[in-house]
Structures are given as structure tokens and as C-alpha cells.
């Protein structure tokens, strides 16, 4: 079985937010939402989960979320199981972040990949009844 099984989201660090929001919003017609951002919808029932979705969205270049990596970006990956993968990495010798999220958009942890891009990983709700 595979860890990482879709992309839940991409994010980007901006030196200013809302000229780059508008940027996408006015040259590549995305359409960008009050909170910063835009959701996909998966066209196919292929993707991980029927219905499922992928996030963009722009921080502020000030953001704590993407914790202490100096990228401007961060991608969020989908797991079926995020203690399962967070185990496995930690015992591989991986830095991973020791905090875990939970809310009612499911769980996330995260890990540092070796050039120090903080990586997102989320187990959506309902995804390990």
C-alpha cells in the first residue's frame, strides 16, 4: 500500500498576498475565494475518495505554518493513515514534526524533506474509521 495515495493541497508563501492572489485570479482566471484561496473538485472517482478535493491557497510570507523551512511552498499530501506513515518515517531516521492537528478537516502532521521543504501530510475524516 502506498503512503502518500493524492495531493490534498498546495501553498504559497507571498511577500503580498493579495497582488499575487490577483495575479492568478486576473492572468490564469482562478477563482480565488474571501480566505485566500481556491478549491479543486476531482472530475474523477479514480482520485483518492469519491468527491474528494484539492486546496491552493496563499499565506502571508510571515506564516508560522510552514514551521522553520525557508520554502515559499509546501504540499499537502493525502495518507490513508497518518500514524501508520508518521511511525515509519520517524523510524527511517525522517524529521518529523511531533505535533499532530486534528479538527473537523481531519488529522495532519508533518515532516521535513531533506532540502528543508516542510511537507503536509493530512488523513481526511472518516479515512481510518
Known sequence: MSRVVGIGGVFIKAKDPQALR??????LEMDIEEWGGMVFFWNSKDGPGEGGTTTWSIFDESTEYFGQSPSRCMINFIVNDLDTVLNALRNEGCDVDQKIEESEYGRFGWVMDPEDNRVELWEPPDRNP
Do not use: G
Open 22 to 27: 490577483a495575479w492568478y485570479r486576473d492572468y
